[in-house]
């Protein structure tokens, strides 16, 4: 793992793609904190991190659509899947380089409130826990891009699926708000929710029979259960499609909070989408 790890952390420092990410990211903050903070005299640097979210949105899909893609493109995976070597230490090594760059501009953030501190009061509790907060959802973020990556062998569908995941999962909540609460509206979400599953399962396998399969289960199970008691579908899509917004975890951290809730959820989608990673690379060694 930690050569997988030396490896990648050097090819995104000996190229432009580390660079643009953390530079991106530090001036859209910069802007932000020059604008809020020292403009206008607001203590408060959470507030300019949770501005800057929406960066994520661009800034995950560049660093991430490499990670994979471009491997199975040249051909070049084949070399590392037929090492001795765990695919879980090949996703290990390849997640923490990418984490790795992502810390560094983290840790430059950390003297912002120390800086704002020489011009007035700064409560370090809540700042360092929006810090906190935000390092953890782009963690999240980091490990969904990684997963598209591993689908494609096209660095610009990556970018493309990652940039719409993610952006599906920042305005989940808004949208979630003009879907009917009716049970039947909450039974055809869950319908293309396992379409969508379907598409997921055949892009890891390249199995059209098993993810036919899976979706007539799921389809068959949903249905019986639509018709034995059709309430239990009453705004459960979206309950559903709250539980994927990531950003609005976030909230509680810029508030000063330090949700542990919010920790356990975003070290939660981390784990869920580094095995799906795994899996998806794993079908491709045996094949």
């Known amino acids: 793992m930690i050569a997988i790890y030396k490896r990648e952390l050097k090819s995104y420092l000996t190229s432009m793609t580390g660079y643009i990410f953390m530079a991106f990211i530090m001036f859209l903050v910069g ?6 903070n020292l403009t206008y005299g607001y203590s408060h640097f959470g507030y300019v991190l949770s501005l800057s979210v929406f960066a994520f949105l661009i800034v995950v899909p560049i660093l991430t659509m490499r990670l994979l893609a471009e491997e199975k493109r040249q051909k070049t995976d084949q070399i590392l899947l037929t090492a001795p070597v765990r695919v879980m230490d090949i996703i290990l090594g390849k997640y923490f380089a990418i984490l ?4 560094i501009p983290i840790v430059l953030f950390c003297f912002y409130p120390l800086l704002l501190s020489r011009f007035g009061t ?16 782009g963690a999240a973020y980091l490990a969904v891009g990684m997963f598209i990556s591993s689908l494609t ?10 940039f719409g995941a ?10 979630s708000q003009f879907i ?17 599953i379907a598409v997921i399962a055949y892009s890891m396998t390249k199995n059209m029979a098993f993810s036919a399969g899976l979706a007539l289960v799921l389809e068959c199970i949903t249905t019986i259960l639509y018709l034995y008691k059709a309430t239990l579908f009453a705004s459960s899509i979206s309950k559903l499609l709250n539980v994927i917004d990531l950003a609005s975890r976030y909230e509680n951290f810029v508030k000063g909070i330090f949700d542990v809730t919010g920790i356990v959820y975003y070290v939660s989608v981390i784990l869920i989408f580094i095995f799906l990673t795994v899996q998806s690379v794993q079908k491709r060694r045996w094949s």
């Open 100 to 103: 790795t760059i992502f810390t």
């Open 122 to 137: 700064v409560s370090y509790l809540m700042a360092y826990t929006s810090i906190i907060g935000y390092y953890f959802l």
């Open 153 to 162: 062998e096209s660095q610009v569908i990556a970018a493309v699926l990652s």
């Open 180 to 196: 009917s609460s009716t049970a039947f509206a909450s039974f055809m979400g869950f319908s293309i929710l396992i379409i969508i």
């Open 166 to 175: 993610l952006l599906v999962s920042y305005m989940i909540t808004g949208l």
């Open 31 to 36: 802007i932000y904190f020059t604008a809020y």
